[in-house]
């Protein structure tokens, strides 16, 4: 099984393989990223599993409005094993003198430290203060997001506008959906594979899910409805 993710740059390659291979991959998880898809692209992401991080104080991108957008878009679209953890900001022991060293103007783009360090936003490793909790109203980031009543609503500026966006869900803990930590999460997340029809495929060959897939789009056929004969002449 193969596992996509990325951060920042990285997250908004991870939609753009999404976009291009959207049945190769087990589960993604994008982290910080985004990028415009377009309806019949989100429907073709509609069973895969994926897990979203982002801070809601991340002014790179528009970020926040992003993975929100895909979040809604991905969930209308009858995703059900689909999670996003919002953080209300990134904060990390040390971030002074990383930020001083490297000339950084703002840590809220650096919410995957969490994901790389096994953050469970249960109180375990940052006593989860960073987490933003929607059982809690409060207004935060100068105002540009704000939980009320158990919704989040963000702001962000196109262009000369100011626009909002209301997330259609929940924000999460890794706990909430079974799982100490988000990477515990990656790590379970099988997507199913077609039925294999045939009997001389083993299940566990490299190529036994691209047969089955490649049976299923009808772009082949075995010699009977039950063998394959892999390792015959082509």
Wanted: proline share 4%; net charge negative.
């Amino acid at each position: 099984r193969v596992y996509i993710g990325g951060c920042s740059y990285g997250g908004m390659g991870t939609w753009q393989m999404l976009r291009n291979y959207p049945d190769y991959f087990a589960a993604a998880y994008p982290i910080c990223g985004s990028i415009d898809l377009t309806e019949a692209e989100i429907k073709s992401l509609a069973d895969l599993p994926i897990y979203m991080t982002v801070s809601s104080g991340d002014t790179i991108f528009r970020f926040p409005y992003g993975m929100i957008d895909l979040y809604n878009q991905l969930k209308a679209a009858g995703n059900e094993n689909l999670h996003i953890t919002i953080f209300e900001h990134s904060e990390f022991e040390g971030q002074d003198a990383f930020i001083a060293e490297r000339g950084l103007g703002a840590l809220d783009h650096w919410s995957w430290v969490y994901v790389h360090n096994n953050y469970d936003a249960k109180g375990d490793d940052y006593d989860g203060k960073n987490y933003l909790d929607l059982s809690k109203d409060g207004t935060y980031n100068d105002g540009r997001t704000v939980v009320k009543d158990g919704v989040l609503t963000y702001t962000y500026m196109d262009g000369e506008t100011e626009k909002s966006i209301t997330l259609n869900g929940k924000s999460e803990r890794p706990a909430d959906a079974g799982y100490d930590t988000i990477k515990e999460w990656i790590a379970a997340q099988v997507k199913a594979a077609p039925a294999q029809p045939f009997t001389d495929v083993p299940e566990d060959a490299w190529y036994a899910t691209h047969v089955a897939r490649a049976v299923k789009l009808g772009i082949v056929n075995g010699r009977t409805t039950t063998t394959f004969v892999p390792n015959a002449m082509v």
